[in-house]
């Protein structure tokens, strides 16, 4: 029996627009009367296309449909889902990673308020840090440009990351040397199967004393802007040791006063 398209679409479930494009990639072939080009199915066509459909419904791509469609045995169609369970498992394992990051960043918010100006004792991860700024300066390095657009498409993953070098020997209200960079985890390093790329930073793993300040966009870093900390780490007998490292956690966009949440790490 012969169904025009709209009589075949209504009777499959599935829209006119739908059968073109299966009509497109070879999986469907209608019948076409050339003195009106109307096209017209019949009942094979329904097994084509349902085929197609629960392919579809497999995650396998249309590109893929059309091959299995035409002429795949069936050791060729259990290879197609066992690749596409393998795909499906990878999208799982990222899509958990990623609802573990959603928490961990839900969680820092969270606690902005109460660890403002509130210090603890933390255990930094290991990171990899690429350095982009000199100051507030971006860098133009040849080697940035491919890293960064790769890690760019890491967020939430990747954060951005200040460091102050040689602090210590600055005078207290001396602004400080500084640069920023897109960092990484150690750990989310080898979740995401990412490579070390040349002018990438390797930060170890470090005791630290943490807290969260706030600055305004016109603040520069200062030994007093973090006075609290050195003179908390001296009266519990620890001496600040290494590079202070933190984190951007909060753009504050209110109109009267900008401003950013820092997370402040001094390795002791």
């Known amino acids: 029996m012969r169904y ?18 299966y009509e497109k990639q070879g999986i469907i072939r209608p019948l076409k009367d050339h003195s009106n080009n109307y096209r017209y199915y019949n009942d094979l066509d329904v097994r084509s296309l349902l085929m197609s459909r629960l392919y579809r419904s497999l995650n396998i791509p249309l590109q893929d449909v059309s091959e299995l469609i035409n002429g795949a045995t069936a050791q060729q169609v259990q290879q197609q889902i066992l690749q596409s369970k393998t795909n499906l498992d990878e999208q799982i394992r990222r899509s958990t990673l990623l609802l573990k990051k959603m928490d961990e960043i839900e969680t820092e918010l969270g606690q902005i308020e109460e660890r403002l100006h509130q210090c603890r004792i933390k255990l930094l991860p290991a990171r990899y840090r690429l350095k982009q700024t000199s100051q507030d300066r971006l860098l133009k390095e040849p080697y940035l440009k491919e890293t960064v657009n790769e890690w760019m498409e890491l967020l939430p993953f990747t954060y951005f990351c200040f460091r102050i070098e040689n602090w210590n020997d600055a005078p207290d209200n001396y602004p400080l040397k500084y640069s920023w960079g897109m960092t990484l985890t150690q750990d989310d390093m080898l979740n995401l199967n990412v490579r070390v790329s040349d002018g990438v930073e390797n930060l170890p793993s470090v005791r630290c004393l943490s807290s969260v300040i706030r600055t305004s966009a016109e603040d520069s870093f200062t030994v007093e802007a973090f006075q609290f900390m050195l003179d908390e780490l001296a009266a519990q ?32």
């Open 4 to 21: 025009s398209i709209g009589e075949f679409a209504s009777i499959i479930g599935v829209s006119a627009d739908t059968l073109r494009l």
């Open 237 to 268: 007998g620890y001496k600040a040791k290494g590079d202070i490292t933190g984190k951007l956690l909060l753009n504050e966009y209110i109109q009267k006063a900008p401003g950013s949440y820092l997370e402040v790490n001094i390795p002791f």
